[in-house]
């Protein structure tokens, strides 16, 4: 029986759950994005373009073409509450409701549903309204501290002290905000993503990955929204006890357990983004969706059918049994425009030389008569699959370092070497 399903979002995520989903002949694919994503467009059976939280206009779409279930990328449409009105309209999603996002999209709301429920892995932390207030604190708290606006910043809001700024500089930045802040201990450790399929009572999840925010080689300059990431055969990490990944494993099913009792269910894609400190996984944050571009590296590996898997979701009936991944290592690079994340070099054209064996996701690029240009974000990801991470690695740089035109990616990531250097850490703070 065809299954119509409309993917929401157009970025490298979203292609990548699109190519996912099209893996079913049974299926067909419906998108709505705000700009044309090439690598979605040939997938999909009817593109409409409007921005993501244009929710009538969403609504009247999925409606139109007979959807029976919508897969909601980004984090912005959840905030604006699509899931509440294309499920009023019939149509179940994958993606919470806008109530139960909040576990992303409200900084202070997720902590504070941790600490209500004794939930393992809070890091100690308070949340002012008055920005003098939060300076004061800030002033007199003699540590470092992690300085996070309450609301959605795409990953790019947070500064930490003894990282990115002083004391006086954390003043000022909470001045800046103006309003709502959480203010929490700075944690020391390495960080790992934990992304897990959820229908709202039961949890199964994806292999171990480690991202790179920092859009340098060497784990300097800017935050961005993720420069790539890798995950290993064995679904693990090697800084990643099995005791610290049943701890950060139970972390999610008790906040799942949580948003049950309080009567807002998390059904969805939710997303652990985890400190491994010498006291174990602290929680950084919760998504409320998958990481991009860690979406890419477990997406690539799924061996099980990813609509049979969306059916099972919103069905309440998934189990482990619905869910296999390759034991393949998987090393995933993004191309960026130079100059990003602060001066992006939108509008040039880029050329993609010899993929080899990579597979090649399409994110921020507009395609114009057969040319790819940059855009203002992140541009294409290239995920190399191996036996070994050294394997995999080689396939997404040589795929990666074809790419010709005004754009760079990390060369680093994936490598022995920076491996090596996450463990030497790990060792050192513990
Ligand atoms: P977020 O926007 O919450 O993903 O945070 C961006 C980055 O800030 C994270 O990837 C971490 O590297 C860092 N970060 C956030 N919270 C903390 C914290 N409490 N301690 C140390 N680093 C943090
Ligand atoms: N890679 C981090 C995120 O998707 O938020």
Redesign the pocket.
Known sequence: MVMKLLVVGGGGREHAITRALSCNSDVKLFSVMARENPGIARLAERVFLTDETDLPGIVRFAMANGIDVAVIGPEAPLEAGVVDHLEAAGIPCVGPTRAAARIETDKAFCRRLMERHGIAGCPEYRVFQDPEEAGRFIEAYGGDLAVKPIGLTG?KGVRIMGEHVDVAGAVGYVREIGGDVVLEERLIGEEFTLQAFVDGKHLVPMPLVQ?HKRAYEGDVGPNT??MGSYSLSDHMLPFVTRRDYEEALRIMEDTVAAMRDEGTPYRGIL?GQFMNTRDGPKVIEF?ARF????AMNVLSILESDLAGIVRHIVEGDLSPAHVRFAHKATVCKYIVPEGYPDAPMAGEPLAPGDCGDALLYYANVEERDGVLYTRTSRTLAFVGRGETLEEAEAIAERAASSVTGRVFHRRDIGTQEVLERRCRHMKEVS
């Open positions: 990953g991202d929204g993720g997303y998504n990481g991009d571009p860690e």
